[in-house]
């Protein structure tokens, strides 16, 4: 039998993950040296249609949970638990953890809690091809995972306009802009006080913009805003940030299965955590992989979709037909001002 310390330092490993907007969409359960992963879909983002990010996190929280596990000398091995349909029910178990002693320790372990998104500008010169080299190595294991590279300033300044379109959805389509200012935490006692969601303080924002940005929860306000077509004025620095980057790292699967997605979110957390045993500054950009991703019919905004759905496959041809998971900037920058709050371990059990 583990010892119920080992078993909680393996849950607070898995509880660092990241997750979209900061959700933590995670449940977990005990039983003797078994552990159950559930997906608490109370906690999923609407504009999830696929439960692709969710699934992306239970993927990351259950890849920490296998090295922080190695670092007390048991082999986790996860079993795939299928289900029907894109959400699995809060009831069943996606993922089942089985604990057998043997293992030897995973070197990244000490990165788990290094591990962070930084939205500060980076270095603008192209990573070097061996950096890129190493990052894609740490996924090997992975087979069916796919890493792809832009680093000319051409093509990072062709994504960052995408980038912009695609975030822009988030301003002007009302279910993802209620969705999003569900997500924001404006101050720091909000922030410590629900311990989720988007800390304002980790968006690393002009002085100012943040009191702006408040007032733009009203939809109204926001309507106005693109009456008067000032809406690029709130994607510009996405489109910045990416142009400021050393490279953007793409990562794909090979269908969309909610298995695939599950698997893609353990290489995306090895991939991060190696960013980090390397001293690379790592940003996730979700708002193309989700949005492209989207098939209920949003009328008003199809063409911005296919319009970025064209504009990545020119950028990307080895793409094909694979599913982009998750994009990230990659670089050398100042450490980031505020990391994201956690919900503790122990009350994400059931």
């Known amino acids: 039998m583990i010892e119920p310390q080992v078993l909680n330092t393996i849950l607070d490993a898995a509880v660092a993950a990241p997750s979209p907007d900061n959700n933590q969409p995670w449940l977990f359960q005990i039983d003797g040296d078994r552990i159950s992963v559930f997906m608490d879909t109370r906690r999923s983002l609407p504009s999830d249609e696929s439960s692709m990010f969710d699934l992306t996190a239970i993927g990351a929280a259950v890849e920490n949970m296998v090295i922080a596990a190695a670092h007390h000398g048991y082999i986790a091995t996860p079993v795939w638990q299928s289900f029907d349909g894109d959400h699995p029910s809060c009831d069943s178990a996606v993922v089942e953890i ?9 070197p990244l372990y000490p990165f788990i809690s290094e591990r962070c998104t930084c939205r500060k500008p980076y270095d603008s010169q192209p990573l070097a091809s061996e950096l890129c080299q190493q990052l894609e190595e740490s996924v090997l294991q992975f087979s069916d995972v796919q890493v792809d590279w832009i680093t000319s300033k051409q093509d990072k300044a062709s994504f960052g306009k995408l980038v912009a379109k695609t975030d822009s959805l988030r301003f002007r389509h009302r279910p993802f802009h209620e969705e999003l200012f569900r997500q924001l935490r404006f101050s720091t006692h909000e922030a410590e006080t629900t311990n989720d969601g ?5 968006l690393e924002l002009p002085f100012g913009v943040a009191t702006g940005l408040r007032c733009l929860r009203s939809w109204s306000i926001m309507q106005t805003l693109h009456t008067l077509r000032l809406t690029p004025l709130l994607t510009m620095p996405s489109s910045q940030a990416v142009r400021a980057s050393g490279a953007i790292a793409f990562l794909s699967v090979p269908t969309k299965s909610s298995e695939a997605f ?3 979110g353990r290489a ?3 991939f991060w955590l190696k960013g980090a045993e390397m001293g690379l500054s790592m940003h996730p950009l979700g708002s193309p992989p989700i949005f492209l991703l989207q098939e209920q019919p949003k009328p008003n905004f199809q063409t911005t979709i296919d319009s970025a759905r064209h504009g990545l496959a020119k950028l990307l041809p080895n793409l094909g037909q694979r599913i982009l998971q998750l994009a990230f900037r990659v670089g050398n920058s100042a450490p980031p001002s505020e990391r994201s709050q956690r919900l503790p371990s122990d009350a994400r059990q059931c």
Not at 98 to 106: E, I, L, R, V, Y
């Open 262 to 264: 599950f698997r893609g």
């Open 268 to 270: 995306i957390e090895r």
């Open 198 to 202: 988007l800390d304002i303080r980790t």
């Open 98 to 106: 089985q604990m057998t002693p043997g293992a030897t320790p995973d």
